[in-house]
């Protein structure tokens, strides 16, 4: 990360943890105070990015993933019955897969 990406992000940190909105402004006004040189776009584009959106939540859900949705449980019963027929086509896929490695020669041959 650049210094400007860096000093930007800091600012939005700042101005979230204040309970600010994040306005390309006042992004400014704080890398000014810190005496860093930024080009305007990077704090326009912070702005843009996360306008609208809490930022205190973006960094407490940084490692959740998004999850699976759950079955539903009327599919339960349904599910059951699917999975012998899914557990045959997955052996007849692992013979396939053992068969390859049988080709009449090996490494060391």
Not at 48 to 64: F, R, T
Not at 82 to 107: I, Q, V, W
Request: hydrophobic residues 45%.
């Amino acid at each position: 990360m650049s210094t400007a990406e860096l000093a930007t992000s800091y600012a939005a940190l700042i101005l979230a943890d204040d309970g600010v909105e994040i306005t390309a402004d006042k992004l400014q006004s704080l890398i000014k105070a810190a005496n860093v040189d930024v080009e305007p776009i990077w704090t326009t584009l912070f702005a843009k990015a996360l306008e609208g959106k809490d930022v205190k939540d973006l960094l407490l859900n940084v490692g959740s993933g998004g999850g699976a949705a759950a079955a539903p449980a009327a599919a339960g019963g349904a599910a059951v019955e699917a999975t012998p027929e899914a557990a045959a086509e997955e052996k007849k896929e692992e013979e396939k897969e053992e068969s390859d490695e049988d080709m009449g020669f090996g490494l060391f041959d």
